[in-house]
């Protein structure tokens, strides 16, 4: 982030950076790395609006200082308000046309406008790192905080471009903190990523040019109105937020005199009150955004609400429009396609763009819900073969469900024994060797891997029978895995069978119950030598 004084509006889009970054680390899905374009067109949004702005802060300079006489002193900061203007609309065309190469190198853009190559994260990380252009922007960025510093002379200008070790998020990270200003930003990036970070950086570039245009302005007086009128302000820390997530604003008036007393009121009751440095009153506004109807291709729902600020006998009132983002959930587990029936499936669901107020609960009329100490994680136990249907709500309000297949338990595999080596089924053994064998059931390892505390068998009724030429000599029964075969073992005679039966298994369920289940095969023969 670029430091310094930041305004919420900045800061908003350095957190929305940071949950870039985030996913990035999360390696996440295809699904969700798609909506990266859409970081990208919202950072994009904000900075021409960053550029509008500083156009009419330069316009403001430039009146100030005709309404003032052309004072010498005056115009030298006008003109150096002009030289802070070309030069970062120099340094913003170099990036946009980074932004476009990224474009070109990838496979340009389908019929349709989307990036062919959004998820390649190849091409971007060498054009950038390899080719050394990642370092030609570093230095295009530092030569131009440099020259702030020189027009403005404000030393609190930190350099835009800064490697792992100077960045407080990474400088702590053993696998960050040795990366150079483009290995950090740059290196495995996918295209659309990479797109959204040079985003980031012109935003960043325009805030600068904020501040030094302030910094200017100030010289000359530019920032001293004259008011004649007192009208109503609502400042967001950002108009867009996540549904579940809370939405933050400063409702104020922008002309104030010691001696008013105003209150302040949104949808009809009073918000609470607050006073900033300058000692300029404002109302606090805050509250828990809710769901709305999601255009289909912004993923945005247009909300609305009403404040006033009552003021002398006088009401001033303001509408306010500001826009909820429909939350990207976030599954991961280690059964990727699905979830077995009647066991702990463990999940971790996350939604990034709550950051620190995720707080999220769980329900399924479909399955057995459990949820974790930590926030995000839940077990899900299916009751039955069809799907299951999971809804993620934070904070009262619903983000969204996700569905899963459920699928069955894979039965287990049968191991027999001998005195701790395989029995051998083919080449048989040796009567006087087998004394006791022990029959056991193992887990299918895909599924005791997936879900671990669900992968527990015991055979509990085991049937051995000994026949030779067709005919039964001795049958018994065992109730544990441990079969003694002594009284056996007098009876063997070269050519019988010994033959193992696998009456009843059993499985430990995540929950402590125990479950019948067949093993994948029953009946075993062991020739008899």
């Known amino acids: 982030m670029a430091g310094g004084k930041e305004t919420p509006r900045q800061k908003m889009i350095g957190m929305m950076y940071l949950v870039l970054t985030a996913l990035l680390a999360l390696q996440v899905s295809n699904s969700v790395l798609e909506k990266f374009v859409f970081i990208d067109e919202a950072l994009q949004m904000q900075g021409n609006e960053l550029v509008e702005k500083n156009n009419k802060l330069v316009g403001a300079i430039n009146s100030e200082v005709e309404k003032k006489g052309n004072r010498p002193e005056d115009k030298k900061a006008l003109d150096k308000a002009k030289k802070v203007r070309e030069m970062t609309a120099e340094l ?37 790192v390899t080719q050394g252009n990642g370092a030609e922007l570093k230095k295009r960025l530092n030569d131009y905080t440099r020259e702030l510093i020189k027009l403005t002379g404000d030393e609190d200008f930190k350099m835009l471009a800064r490697d792992a070790k100077d960045i407080d998020i990474a400088k702590n990270d053993p696998d960050q903190k040795n990366k150079t200003f483009e290995e950090y930003y740059f290196m495995k990036t996918p295209t659309a990523a990479g797109m959204a970070t040079i985003s980031h950086l012109e935003t960043e570039v325009l805030n600068y040019e904020a501040r030094a245009l302030e910094d200017l302005a100030e010289q000359v007086g530019a920032k001293d109105v004259e008011f004649d009128q007192i ?12 549904a579940g997530a809370k939405f933050e604003a400063e409702l104020f008036i922008t002309a104030s005199a010691s001696g008013l007393n105003p209150t302040f009121m949104m ?6 009150s607050g006073q900033n440095e300058a000692g300029i009153k404002y109302g606090k506004i805050e509250f828990t955004a809710t769901p709305g109807n999601y255009d289909s291709k912004t993923l945005m729902a247009e ?27 976030q599954v991961r587990s280690a059964a990727l396609s699905a979830l077995y ?10 939604v990034p763009a709550l950051g620190t107020s995720y707080n999220p609960s769980f329900s399924s009329g479909d399955a057995q819900v459990i949820k974790g100490q930590q926030a995000g994680k839940v077990t899900v136990i299916p009751k039955g073969r069809s799907k299951v249907k999971l809804t993620v709500s934070n904070a009262g309000s619903t983000l969204g469900t996700e569905t899963f297949d459920v699928k069955k338990v894979p039965p287990p595999n049968i191991e027999i024994t001998n005195r701790g080596k395989p029995v051998d089924f083919d080449e048989g053994e ?7 064998i022990r029959v056991s059931a193992e887990a299918d390892e895909n599924f005791a891997r997936e879900v671990p505390k669900d992968a527990r068998y015991r055979v509990e009724s085991v049937e051995v029978k000994l026949a030779r030429g067709g005919r039964q000599i001795k049958v018994d029964k065992f109730t544990s895995e441990n079969v003694d075969l002594r009284a056996f ?27 019948r289940t067949k093993p994948l095969q029953e009946i075993y023969s062991i020739p008899i030598n």
């Open 92 to 128: 913003k065309g170099y990036m946009d046309g980074l932004r476009e190469k990224f474009v070109e190198i990838t496979g340009g853009e389908d019929e349709n406008g989307q990036l062919i190559g959004a998820k390649d994260d190849e091409i971007v990380s060498s054009f950038m």
């Open 231 to 242: 009208v109503p302000l609502v400042r967001p820390a950002s108009n867009t937020v996540a």
């Open 267 to 272: 949808d009809n009751k009073e918000v609470e």
């Open 303 to 329: 909300k609305q609400f009403e404040a006033e600020i009552e003021l002398n006998d006088s009401t001033y009132k303001i509408k306010h429009t500001y826009y909820v983002v429909k939350p990207v959930i």
């Open 341 to 350: 029936m009647n066991c702990g499936n463990e999940l971790d669901v996350q």
């Open 430 to 436: 040796k009567g006087a060797a087998l004394s006791s």
């Open 489 to 515: 073992r007098s009876l063997f005679r070269p050519g019988d069978q010994l033959k193992i039966k696998i009456e009843r298994v059993s499985r430990r369920t995540y929950t402590g119950e125990n479950e």
